[in-house]
């Protein structure tokens, strides 16, 4: 994943901060996108063929609209990319609140199930 992506991953959960990130991950387990005003994701199957934001079948769109960044931005990962950057961001949540580990293993685990059939290596 190069810089700029990474960069823009890790602003999303800036954003959304702590407090929001059990409900994330619960929200990401249940296939479901998530946001608050100028940030926000959605999963491939949010979006039918037909729709103009449709991205293909597979994958999550991470979306920035000004003023949360001087130019709008758009970031696509397809599953497998999604989940090994998501484990990064967990484990350095997890260090910053370990009481919360087990919720978040259970989570990782069902995400990890949800989507580890969409060609992952």
């Not at 823009?8 to 479901?32: C, H, P, Q, S």
Request: with cysteine.
């Amino acid at each position: 994943m190069d810089n700029k992506t990474k960069e823009l991953i890790n602003y999303f959960f800036k954003v959304m901060g702590d407090e929001r990130f059990l409900r994330i991950l619960e929200k990401f387990a249940n296939g479901e996108g998530y946001g608050i005003e100028n940030v926000w994701c959605v999963f491939a199957d949010d979006y039918e063929q037909w729709e103009e934001d449709y991205f293909g079948d597979e994958g999550i769109a991470f979306y920035y609209n000004y003023p949360a960044v001087e130019e709008d931005e758009e970031v696509i990962l397809d599953y497998e990319n999604f989940y090994k950057y998501l484990n990064e961001i967990v484990g350095q949540y997890v260090e910053r609140h370990p009481e919360n580990k087990s919720e978040v293993e259970k989570y990782m685990g069902t995400i990890k199930e949800k989507y580890k059939g969409y060609n992952w290596t």
